[in-house]
């Protein structure tokens, strides 16, 4: 059974830094794609970013470019997912997922003055 449990959120204030944590289990994490997912309640989801199995792609949305570093660990099967100069809008609950198609609990995060 794939597990997917995120964690780190919190509230921070504009300008300020999370990292995020996700732990893998039931599947071999090092042969899977991963993302991270973003939802704020009412609205669609939103992909964040997305790493390949030995991390030589990477991608992000244009909303997060330049703030957020996506990263993964096989060897503890973790995917991370740093966060810098967040702003309000990043305000929403994060899930890691394991090439879209499978979804962890959530992490929220919080992003206000």
């Known amino acids: 059974e794939v597990q997917l449990q995120a964690s780190g959120g919190g509230s921070v204030q504009p300008g300020g830094s999370l990292r995020l944590s996700c732990v893998a289990s039931?599947?071999?994490?090092?042969?899977?794609?991963m993302a991270w997912v973003r939802k704020v309640p009412g609205e669609r989801p939103e992909w964040v970013s997305g790493?390949?199995?030995?991390?030589?792609?990477?991608d992000y949305a244009d909303s997060v470019k330049g703030r957020f570093t996506i990263s993964r660990d096989n060897a503890r099967n973790m995917l991370y997912l740093q966060m810098n100069n967040l702003q309000l809008e990043d305000t929403a609950v994060y899930y890691c997922?394991?090439?879209?198609?499978?979804w962890g609990q959530g992490t929220l995060v919080t992003v206000s003055s």
């Open positions: 039931g599947f071999i994490f090092g042969s899977a794609g």
């Open positions: 790493i390949v199995s030995d991390s030589s792609l990477i």
């Open positions: 997922t394991k090439a879209l198609a499978y």
